[in-house]
């Protein structure tokens, strides 16, 4: 199996995925095609071409932490669960939870979705009606039975809310053991805590929750203007699906060419607002969306402290510096969005 010169085998060594996956049952032919897609800082992705069968192979960071086995295994259980749902999603091919195969990780094969990212990609259909429906097919995501699908024991729902906000507390501060980091310079994060605790709604029905629901982890279709797949399912979970759509609307980028998400179908214009991504997503729920702000600024918060995890990161040599500048940035601006909602 020929190895391109610019993948490592120490990230993908393509002969013993091959070799994995002739004894996992997929066709003996060619592997072909391979380029890196995605630009983001976590997994690693690769798109190819298995026997003229299209896939997308999805393996942890160059540099594991201590849970990116753990999250892919969460990514491959949630996929296969959605087989017979609604809810659009690349289908599941195949896992390898031996470790050795890849030197220590774990990966997976799904098959390739014919869609265009909100991020980069220009958007030619109804940008208007396809971005509504990232909040129709998140409604259709809270909706499915997560028992009945064989999740009933992911996660602790029970509790799910309470949990939140000294988590992502206690997970900021650990940023500090990293070397050389200063600490955060992050604005209101105490008093949106504070906040948060006050205000809390109580715990609604559980179901799946994606965990990083925004514009950059969908697909949109070509033929018509729709979801074609929502991606990127390793901060999947079940708690309170309604985080995920204040995670929408806290990364909504309002026509902002430079947002951290959804920036080429921003620079298109013609989205809805806000307040239509919360009338269609009604539309098809049965979820009480009184508490929607709450949901909103929860997300603000806790998306503030993952993407500052880069910035820590990089001052350890462990991110590149430029991207963990720019999510800082990102990050100071979530909590100034969500200080504005909740008013703090």
Request: aromatic share 6%; glycine share 10%; with cysteine.
């Amino acid at each position: 199996m020929r190895q391109p010169e610019w993948l490592s085998p120490a990230l993908v060594d393509l002969a013993a995925v091959h070799r994995w996956g002739v004894a996992a049952g997929l066709p003996d032919g060619p592997l072909e095609d391979v380029r890196r897609i995605g630009g983001g800082t976590q997994n690693v992705v690769l798109r190819l071409r298995w026997a003229g069968r299209d896939l997308v192979l999805r393996r942890p960071p160059e540099h594991p932490r201590a849970g990116s086995n753990a999250a892919l295994l969460r990514e491959m259980r949630v996929l296969a669960a959605l087989a017979d749902t609604d809810v659009p999603h690349p289908g599941f091919v195949a896992g390898c939870t031996d470790e050795d195969v890849l030197g220590g990780v774990v990966f997976y094969l799904m098959a390739a979705v014919d869609g265009l990212n909100p991020g980069t990609d220009a958007y030619p259909g109804d940008r208007h009606a396809a971005a509504l429906d990232t909040a129709t097919a998140l409604a259709r995501l809270a909706a499915v039975d997560h028992v009945a699908v064989g999740m009933g024991d992911v996660g602790r729902p029970e509790g799910f809310l309470a949990r939140q906000v000294p988590r992502w507390l206690e997970h900021l501060a650990s940023y500090d053991r990293l070397p050389d980091y200063p600490g955060p310079d992050l604005p209101h994060v105490d008093a949106l805590a504070r906040w948060l605790t006050a205000h809390q709604p109580p715990d609604g029905h559980p179901g799946i929750v994606h965990g990083d629901y925004h514009l950059n982890n969908v697909l949109l279709a070509r033929d018509a203007p729709r979801v074609a797949a929502v991606v990127d399912w390793e901060m999947c979970t079940v708690g309170d699906p309604l985080l995920d759509l204040g995670w929408l609307l806290v990364t909504w980028p309002d026509g902002d060419p430079d947002a951290l998400t959804g920036a080429a179908l921003a620079a298109q214009g013609g989205l809805p607002t806000r307040d239509e991504l919360v009338a269609a997503y009604a539309a098809g729920s049965e979820r009480d969306l009184a508490a929607v702000d709450w949901y909103t600024v929860l997300a603000g918060l806790k998306l503030a402290v993952v993407i500052e995890g880069t910035h820590a990161r990089a001052f350890a040599g462990r991110a590149d510096r430029a991207v963990g500048l720019r999510l800082h940035r990102a990050a100071v601006d979530l909590l100034e969005r969500a200080a504005a909602i909740a008013g703090v």
